[in-house]
């Protein structure tokens, strides 16, 4: 394109609107140049040949972007249509700071308004506090449920077999809990299984005067049991129980290896509690217990060389197993020892002194009743003197029904007693009384040979006696 294109006079087409050119510039449009010719019409200047007419069409600009109400029609006065008015010329300079054409962008922007700051500020507020407060819930339930404070990790159950835990597991699954109806009531005490057969041992007091009896295993299962015999003077009992799949039977150890200071564990069912097991240890052999004599004639007196325990034993034990470190029995709890009736702190509970019948007396009992229904006492034959207060067991001079205090040919004749000796010791172990002597003599089987020692007219000797039988109660 040619230099002097920007000296030459514009177009028509280019023209502003009339009037003056300082009232019809726009902000940033430059004034028109000196020599742009003053006072000539648009009109009358003619297209140079470097710009022909008809190259430009004037359909090329639209009219809307000039409009007519702000744009008069050249050479037309505003204040007579009629008079043409002087249109000076104005020279456009397209290179100029701005275009002619003005664009329509709508309103004018304007700032944020305050409601709108107070809206967006109410939102974000309660935006914020909901998220805090969901937050803050969500956090106090993970505090509440997923504390952990520190903790042994898991290990193997197993125990060894010589601890409580190892003997109980060994036990429980053989110990029986007994619900025994009676024409006086009803009660509860505890056995232990002996054979495969289904035969429970138990003591005589807890089934006396029974009309039915239900047994209830460790694992839950009660069946009705049948009493088989029992015998008053061992307080032991054994009843049955038919079509019981896996019984297990306990181990049957030896009282005569019980030593005082073993440890000791007791299972029964205290106050109707199944399957409790108590420890403790054996705290005295050999110590003679009475028990029983509801009766009032003594044919319910029960009498043990028991073993004396401190392993917590309650009404409800009775008739269950006291085991030794391996798991086998060595006595059948008995009877507990209270504090005096006259005492106002008397307990109703353990105090520490149980007893139980050692398993050897136990299991030749069982094995009686098992066979026969009944139990066999070994005698002397002798009727004693029970109120007699020396020390020793005193025969009597009369026996029952005025008969002869000593049998005749009786294992004590055969031996020699006579009426009025006062026996002070068996086997060596010193005598204090009738009921020790008797107690004495039930830890043997009819048939055992006895050493006694007898006290006569102030002299000791020593009599052989061979142990007779006589049929229990």
Request: no cysteine; glycine share 14%.
């Amino acid at each position: 394109m040619a230099d002097k294109q920007l000296t030459d006079p514009a177009p028509q087409w280019w023209s502003r609107p009339e009037g003056t050119a300082e009232a019809g510039r726009r902000d940033g449009v430059p004034a028109p140049r000196p020599d742009s010719g003053g006072e000539d019409h648009v009109q009358d200047a003619a297209p140079t040949q470097d710009v022909p007419t008809q190259d430009v069409p004037t359909q090329d600009v639209p009219t809307q972007d000039v409009p007519t109400q702000d744009v008069p029609a050249p050479g037309v006065s505003d204040l007579n249509p009629d008079v043409p008015a002087a249109v000076p010329t104005v020279r456009y300079d397209p290179w100029g700071a701005e275009p002619l054409q003005v664009v329509d962008r709508g309103r004018t922007p304007r700032g944020i308004r305050l409601w709108q700051v107070v809206a967006l500020s109410l939102g974000t507020a309660l935006l914020a506090g909901g998220i805090g407060g969901y937050l803050g819930v969500l956090a106090e339930r993970q505090s509440n449920t997923r504390l952990e404070l520190p903790q042994a990790a898991a290990v193997d159950r197993g125990r060894a077999p010589d601890s409580v835990a190892g003997i109980a597991a060994t036990a429980l699954p053989g110990v029986v809990t007994l619900h025994v109806r009676g024409t006086k009531g009803s009660g509860t005490g505890t056995g232990f299984v002996l054979d495969q057969q289904g035969h429970i041992l138990t003591n005589s007091h807890v089934v006396a005067d029974s009309q039915e009896i239900t047994v209830t295993f460790s694992t839950g299962e009660s069946v009705t049991a049948q009493l088989v015999g029992r015998d008053s003077g061992y307080d032991l009992a054994v009843v049955k129980v038919s079509g019981v799949r896996g019984l297990h039977p306990l181990s049957l150890g030896n009282s005569e290896n019980v030593q005082v200071g073993d440890p000791v564990v007791a299972i029964g069912a205290p106050f109707d509690l199944s399957n409790t097991v108590t420890a403790g240890i054996i705290s005295a052999t050999g110590r003679p217990v009475t028990a029983g004599g509801d009766k009032g004639d003594g044919s319910d007196i029960s009498y043990v060389d028991a073993l004396q325990t401190d392993a917590p034993i309650n009404p409800g034990n009775s008739g269950g197993p006291l085991l030794d470190a391996k798991a086998h029995v060595v006595g059948i709890n008995s009877a507990i020892r209270g504090a005096d009736k006259e005492d106002a702190t008397r307990q109703g509970g353990s105090i520490g002194l149980g007893f139980a019948i050692p398993v050897n007396q136990g299991k030749r009992v069982a094995e009686e009743l098992i066979r026969t229904g009944r139990a066999t006492h070994p005698v002397i034959g002798v009727t004693l003197d029970m109120d007699y207060a020396g020390d020793g067991a005193r025969v009597g001079d009369k026996g029952e029904d005025g008969k002869p205090s000593v049998v005749a040919d009786g294992p004590g004749a055969r031996a020699g007693i006579l009426a009025g000796d006062v026996i002070t010791k068996v086997d060596g172990q010193r005598v204090r009384g009738g009921d020790e002597l008797i107690i004495k003599i039930r830890a043997h089987r009819p048939g055992d040979p006895l050493t006694l020692t007898v006290l006569r007219g102030g002299r000791e000797s020593t009599l052989k006696v061979v142990l007779g039988s006589a049929n229990g109660s």
